[in-house]
């Protein structure tokens, strides 16, 4: 079965410095990788996803994702920090790409000033 | 476009009571998944249906029941609530094709409170 650890449930940068949040996963069939943001009180918005092909894949709001199969690694990141970024970040993966998908605990990001 | 429209918003419960959250898209999307959301525990896979007449179960199942009569519409029901049902829902469709997951649109959210 699938699952998901992201690494750090709070993250804290300067504005304008490197944001990287760590996503580890698990599955038995290639996998299918998400990146997901919620602002307070919304719902998820998808902000990138690997399926197959190239392993650096480029989202909105200038956030990107490397694959890393040997490290069943898909950490998020982004050059330099705004203050918009504040959210929380969700990794999320499914087996293969099938509907069933598992997500990660979340990862707070806070921006300072 | 509306995308996935969640009702109601909020809610306040009696324990033992039941209920119906209501889950519609009009994307045309063949796959639909409720989640509850806890703090420090992320999105929980309650149920989810891969089309019209197709439901399975998700990681946390017991207390909930689901249909999916129409492609559009995939209510979550609460049989008798209890204080453990205290959270957030989430239904959530796919813009897959060919079996493909691609990605989910979410709803806003419905906010349930069981006392």
């Known amino acids: 079965a699938q699952s998901v650890t992201q690494l750090g449930s709070h993250v804290s940068v300067s504005e304008g410095a490197l944001v990287l949040l760590r996503c580890n996963y698990s599955?038995?069939?290639?996998?299918?990788l998400f990146w997901y943001v919620q602002y307070p009180n919304q719902g998820l918005q998808l902000l990138l996803k690997?399926?197959?092909?190239?392993?650096l894949v480029k989202g909105i709001n200038g956030f990107e994702a490397e694959f890393k199969k040997s490290e069943t690694s898909f950490h998020l990141t982004k050059p330099s920090a705004h203050m918009s970024d504040a959210a929380e970040y969700f990794c999320a993966v499914s087996e293969g790409g099938g509907f069933k998908t598992i997500f990660g605990a979340g990862t707070r990001l806070f921006v300072k000033a | 476009n509306a995308g996935v429209t969640q009702t109601p918003k909020f809610q306040v419960l009696k324990t033992g009571q039941s209920m119906t959250l209501q889950c519609a898209q009009d994307m045309n999307h063949e796959y639909m998944s409720w989640y509850r959301q806890d703090p420090g525990m992320g999105l929980r896979l309650i149920h989810y249906?891969?089309?019209?007449?197709?439901?399975d179960q998700g990681e946390v199942p017991n207390g909930y029941n689901v249909s999916r009569s129409t492609t559009e519409d995939f209510p979550l029901r609460l049989l008798s609530a209890a204080p453990s049902q205290t959270s957030v829902y989430f239904c959530?469709?796919?813009?897959?094709?060919?079996?493909?997951?691609?990605?989910?649109?979410f709803g806003s959210g419905t906010r349930l409170t069981v006392v």
């Open positions: 690997y399926t197959t092909g190239a392993t």
């Open positions: 599955s038995s069939v290639p996998p299918y």
């Open positions: 959530a469709s796919s813009s897959g094709m060919g079996q493909v997951n691609y990605g989910y649109t």
């Open positions: 249906s891969v089309g019209a007449g197709i439901t």
